[in-house]
């Protein structure tokens, strides 16, 4: 999670708005007049956003001198509202979530917000709906909902999250701040006391960064807002996007400009720097279309350009969009009754509707007709206005709105019993399986403000799969008080006017209301929930991805890998500890004849000394690990010590049929690639896990209904984070894993793997800018993640002494830092640390000031050494007399120090490998065990405990006094690969469900 910022002053809380919506306003009025229903979004694939291209200035330096103390951000201004908005009341303006942690106080609510929370409560205990665990791949069983908050905004979600940092302020310094039932944030260190090095731009760097989008805002202090990141920070973070620095990059190398953030916080506010651009670059298109028109003014472009979401955008531009078809409104303009509308507000006592009356005209033809055409013309008014629709909404925040479901009507027809003679019975039979699936929302109603993420993703699957019918119920109060308020103060005439018309105001309001209002608030709602929970299900798998990465290899030991199989048998694939592969065979162990497969793979195993077996937990899975087991427990492969372990196989037979798998192993069957796959997954997870698309990964939930767009993004995200941080030697990695570094893609991977094939291996890095397409800032952002360990280059040592130094390529034109000439082809032993070539120079001078040399590079000398050094002196004033950072100088103690081939996963745990087996009826209740989590969702963690099926220990089971003080910031406080005691609750063998209690996280 990230730090609640101590500086009080960037986290002001402001009024409620509404951002990003995906259906304009207008749009919503003209699609929904007739009250048509809201459907979820087709996911629409959007690529990533990058950042303007700006000249590569190189490393950006840090300020000279620290200053004493840094200076608190000041308060970002808020400008002026063009109108007055309509009165609010004020327990909604800047509330923090409606869910905390559940000890917190203050979380009493209306009674029938108490008297749904009980319901809630007795319900989360009883097993769960299929719709959830299947999607994480195991057997259902229903859980407690995530105490997720419904985000009503972006911005109130972000300025409700500042609110709440700030009111707990006192209780941060006295102890660390845990809000474990939230969603996970980020450590975010950007409080008081700076960490890094406040950097204040020149007078005119800072006014472009201001005005950068040409808005009424500063840039700085929005963003500083909207994030709760200090204003040196967020210009940093600018500047460095800017000049298309990575967050990896940023991350490892640039701490101190970032003040310590970590990944997710960078890309939180990249996320949100993206979306304030994309609000400029759509607010000058309105101006521009607005102009074409002729009715901008200047009022009316201050009014856009001080927009600081689409929302308000919208709501200023709406009333001049030109809509898409021709409503009720426009049609009683057409008659020309819009001039009637204006009089009836400015001037009633004017008004006379029979003089506009129309014989034979349809729509004018009585005084009936006229007065229905002034309605919908006002009705439109309505609901146009952005202080009406601020008001109205501000009635729903205090209300107890609420989503219902129910089953459909079709559904019920399909889940009569089919007559015998039907020759398609199996298509209701299946679809009253799939509808068995939503039996907990066939009678469901929640707050808006406690639905859960996978409840919203759930509702709206079986709305797509029309087996349920959604809506969202505002209650009547809202009506009433909203009509009393249109008739008596906004939408009253200025002047007295006659009953018959001030029946039109109110048969208008009624209609607004009832017609155009009610369905756009239940399209913003639905449409905003949906938002909220898609971003949550991304978070949820980011976290998952990042732990089923990073999890440590299993090396120096020759493999077996194992794709179980009944019909086709089952694939074998003996790996070397370097993964290269030294045998394949099929092997058929669930025949009659397994005695004479046992022999011949007995000696298999026996040839290639072969002592861990990876097994596929695919079809058959069970039946192999039993028959192994059966083999182990004889001691049949006697003297060899064997064991085995399963592992997640979800994406291995995509993998195996991909272009990549035909080129990597073109001569093996696909069934065969399997099998090495899934051997490789345990011998380098991140190695073989990058290869596939990491939807098929199996460790999300609903990632098959997310945007693509940003669920692509999100994981791309990630895994170029773990493959960075964990770092390739450049001399062994594949393409498919160099693509990921920071700095590379494909095109410059495909570079480099040829000049590997042209040239030979690689000495060092200064080597990396001959290759085609590699920039100075390319070789900048990726050179620090790269690796030249020395015992790769053994077969390239002896054809030194005969081969002369490497030319350098010849300058290219558009290349400034290329320079011609011949580079020593000799080794840096630096070149095996995370140390960045750019800081070379200062750990020349580390080791000179610690009388050692690169060649002793993570020795115990050296170690001791540069311990006794920062005994002798901090790190601070280290830094200070080699002019450089703490960050950077801490950096170089860690590479220096770290053994040779130092990997960050080895402080993760690796698979487990066993040699007995359990199965569901061993269990009994209350029995103790040990197991690994597979996988985490919204409402729980799935547990492997070595019976077949995964556990469940459902999120109210994972209480803080469980959880070690490392972990107690995490959502969940869980993630695959965690080993973890259990106690079994309950075990439903009928249908493969079992309840575990979370005991304690093993270290």
């Not at 390319?778 to 015992?791: E, H, K, L, M, V």
Request: glycine share 6%; aromatic share 6%.
């Amino acid at each position: 999670m990230m730090r609640r910022p101590r500086a009080t002053t960037t986290c002001k809380a402001v009024k409620y708005t509404d951002v990003d919506s995906d259906l304009s306003f207008t749009q919503t009025i003209s699609s929904g007049e007739e009250g048509e229903e809201w459907k979820p979004e087709e996911p629409k694939p959007k690529g990533s956003k990058k950042p303007t291209k700006a000249p590569a200035a190189g490393p950006k330096k840090a300020a000279a001198k620290r200053p004493a103390k840094p200076k608190e951000p000041k308060a970002p201004k808020v400008p002026k509202e063009p109108k007055p908005r309509a009165p609010r009341k004020p327990a909604s303006a800047g509330k923090p979530r409606a869910q905390t942690s559940p000890n917190a106080p203050g979380t009493s609510r209306s009674g029938a917000l108490k008297e749904e929370k009980k319901e809630d409560e007795a319900e989360e205990r009883q097993a769960e709906t299929q719709v959830h665990c299947e999607e994480a791949g195991e057997p259902s069983v229903r859980m407690k909902e995530e105490r997720v908050s419904f985000h009503v905004s972006e911005t109130h979600q972000l300025d409700s999250l500042c609110a709440a940092r700030l009111a707990m302020k006192k209780e941060e310094e006295e102890e660390e701040d845990f809000t474990f039932d939230e969603p996970c944030l980020k450590k975010q260190k950007t409080g008081g006391a700076c960490q890094g090095l406040p950097t204040a731009l020149h007078s005119p760097e800072a006014r472009a960064l201001k005005n950068e989008l040409n808005m009424s805002w500063d840039l700085i202090e929005l963003l500083s807002k909207l994030t709760c990141v200090e204003r040196w920070v967020s210009v940093n973070i600018i500047q460095l996007l800017r000049e298309e620095n990575t967050v990896p990059f940023m991350v490892r190398y640039r701490k101190e400009m970032i003040n310590h953030m970590d990944a997710d916080a960078v890309r939180d506010v990249q996320l949100v720097y993206e979306e304030l651009r994309s609000l400029a670059k759509k607010t000058q298109s309105v101006i521009q279309t607005l102009k074409k028109d002729g009715v901008l003014t200047t009022e009316l472009e201050q009014n856009l350009r001080s927009c600081r979401s689409a929302d308000e955008l919208d709501h200023v531009y709406s009333p001049y969009k030109k809509g898409s078809k021709l409503t009720k409104a426009r049609r009683a303009k057409a008659l020309g009754l819009e001039v009637a509308a204006t009089a009836l507000m400015e001037t009633p006592h004017t008004l006379d509707l029979r003089s506009l009356v129309k014989a034979g005209t349809e729509g004018l033809s009585s005084v009936e007709e006229v007065a229905t055409g002034v309605e919908h013309i006002l009705a439109d008014m309505i609901a146009k206005d952005p202080d009406t629709l601020t008001y109205v909404k501000s009635l729903c925040e205090n209300s107890y709105v609420s989503l219902e479901s129910s089953v459909s009507r079709s559904a019920l027809k399909e889940q009569e019993k089919p007559d015998k003679g039907n020759p398609n019975q199996w298509k209701p039979q299946n679809k009253i399986k799939d509808i068995d699936k939503f039996n907990l929302y066939f009678k469901f109603s929640c707050c808006i403000q406690r639905i859960q993420p996978h409840q919203t993703l759930a509702i709206n699957r079986g709305e797509s799969l029309k087996i349920l019918t959604v809506k969202v119920n505002i209650p009547g109060r809202v009506n009433d008080d909203f009509s009393r308020w249109c008739i008596n103060n906004r939408w009253r005439p200025k002047t007295f006017a006659r009953e018959e018309l001030r029946n039109i105001i109110k048969n208008a309001v009624e209609d607004s209301y009832k017609r155009l209002i009610l369905p756009f608030l239940t399209r913003s709602y639905r449409t905003k929930l949906t938002s909220a929970a898609e971003k949550e299900s991304i978070a949820m798998f980011v976290r998952n991805l990042r732990q089923r990465l990073l999890v440590c290899p299993v090396r120096g030991c020759v493999i077996l890998g194992v794709d179980p199989g009944f019909r086709h048998g089952c694939k074998l694939a003996i790996l070397s500890p370097t993964s290269q592969i030294l045998h394949t065979d099929i092997f058929y162990l669930h025949n009659s004849g397994q005695q004479k497969e046992a022999a011949k793979l007995r000696h298999l195993m026996l040839k290639y000394s072969c002592s861990r077996i990876v097994i596929g937990n695919g079809t058959a899975c069970r039946e192999t690990e039993s028959f192994f087991a059966d083999l182990i427990s004889r001691r049949y492969f006697h003297p060899l010590n064997v064991s085995y372990c399963v592992t997640n196989e979800a994406g291995a037979s995509i993998y195996s049929v991909s272009p990549e798998a035909v080129k990597e192993m073109p001569d093996l069957d696909p069934n065969i690639r399997s099998a090495v796959s899934i051997g490789r997954r345990v011998q380098d997870p991140l190695a073989e896990l990058v290869k596939i698309d990491p939807k098929h990964i199996g460790i999300g939930t609903y990632q098959h209904d997310l945007s693509s767009g940003a669920l692509k993004a999100a994981l791309d995200g990630v895994v170029q984070e773990c493959v960075s941080f964990v770092g390739v030697d450049i001399n062994i990695c594949s393409e498919i894993l160099m693509r990921h570094v920071a700095g590379l893609n494909a095109g410059r991977a495909r570079s480099i793997a040829e000049w590997r094939e042209q040239n030979g291996t690689f000495i060092n890095r200064e080597q990396l800018k001959q290759v085609k397409g590699m920039g100075p800032k390319s070789y900048q952002q990726c050179a620090g993640f790269i690796r030249i360990n020395p015992q790769n280059l053994d077969s390239a040592r002896s054809s030194l002494h005969t081969t002369p130094a490497l030319p350098v390529k010849a300058e290219a034109k558009k290349s400034k830092a290329k320079t011609g000439g011949t580079k020593s082809a000799s080794l840096n032993p630096l070149d095996q640390t995370c140390i960045h070539p750019e800081s070379y120079h200062v750990a020349q001078r580390f080791l000179s000031r610690v009388g050692a040399t690169a060649e002793q590079i993570g020795s115990a000398g050296l170690r001791h050494s540069v311990e006794s050094k920062v005994q002798t002196s901090s790190v601070q004033e280290l830094a200070r007399t080699m002019d450089t950072t703490p960050e950077t100088l801490q950096l170089i103690i860690d590479g220096l120090t770290q053994p040779p081939g130092f990997d960050i996963r080895q402080n993760f745990e690796q698979a487990d490998f066993k040699q007995g087996i359990m199965s569901m009826g061993d269990l009994k209740v209350g029995a103790v065990l040990t197991g690994r989590v597979d996988n985490t969702t919204l409402f729980g963690a799935f547990v492997d405990i070595g019976v077949g099926r995964s556990g469940l220990i459902h999120k109210s089971n994972i209480t803080l006094d469980k959880l070690p003080v490392n972990q107690r910031r995490r959502s969940l406080a869980l993630g695959p690969g965690d080993r973890v005691e259990v106690r079994v609750l309950n075990v439903d063998t009928q249908r493969g469900r079992i309840g575990l209690d979370l005991i304690r996280v093993l270290q």
